[in-house]
């Protein structure tokens, strides 16, 4: 998930606790996005479950780069995954329509092919209309920038005793996914 806010203006106050209560928890308030969940080769060669909704919480910078590191595991899908997500923060940016509270950003890739990494905005359920950029609370430039910094320094993939998490090309057809949110520091919330 993505930004660093992911509730609207007008929540409830119960909403806005609960989101900010379980922001906390990751790299939320300090980058703008949280990985929320995905499926990834584990060391035996079968998909694990990664991310907040598993219970697997990213919770620092060297974490998620672990987890990018090991998700985006060749030069071709880091490449396409960084200009993709470039081209979604440079659409975003440029527009004044609308804010999106707790979209989320799903990448996806062929675990056969692992050339080409797919990224797309997604979750668009608690969306604003705005009248300027002025109004736009949600921080989804703080997740973009993040991710922007952070895809041209992932370190090579290795195996990590914490995560045990490898990049296989053993011909497996299954797609990988990883879905991510961005999210606000709690100081920021109106």
């Not at 928890?25 to 929320?36: A, F, I, Q, W, Y």
Request: with cysteine.
């Amino acid at each position: 998930h993505g930004g660093t806010q992911t509730w609207a203006p007008n929540a409830l106050p119960e909403k806005v606790a609960r989101r900010s209560a379980k922001a906390l928890l990751t790299t939320s308030p300090d980058l703008g996005v949280r990985v929320v969940g995905g499926r990834m080769l584990g060391p035996n060669g079968n998909f694990i479950k990664v991310g907040f909704k598993y219970k697997h919480i990213i919770d620092t910078e060297e974490a998620l780069v672990d987890i990018l590191s090991a998700f985006l595991c060749t030069g071709a899908l880091r490449a396409t995954a960084l200009a993709k997500i470039e081209e979604i923060s440079n659409w975003l940016n440029g527009q004044s329509s609308f804010a999106l509270y707790s979209s989320s950003l799903l990448l996806a890739y062929d675990t056969q092919k692992m050339n080409s990494c797919v990224v797309r905005l997604i979750d668009f359920a608690n969306h604003q209309r705005i009248k300027s950029k002025e109004e736009d609370m949600s921080g989804c430039n703080v997740g973009f920038a993040t991710l922007q910094r952070l895809l041209p320094v992932l370190h090579p993939v290795r195996r990590r005793p914490s995560m045990g998490l490898r990049c296989s090309s053993d011909g497996l057809s299954q797609p990988r996914s990883l879905v991510m949110h961005r999210r606000m520091p709690a100081g920021n919330a109106n």
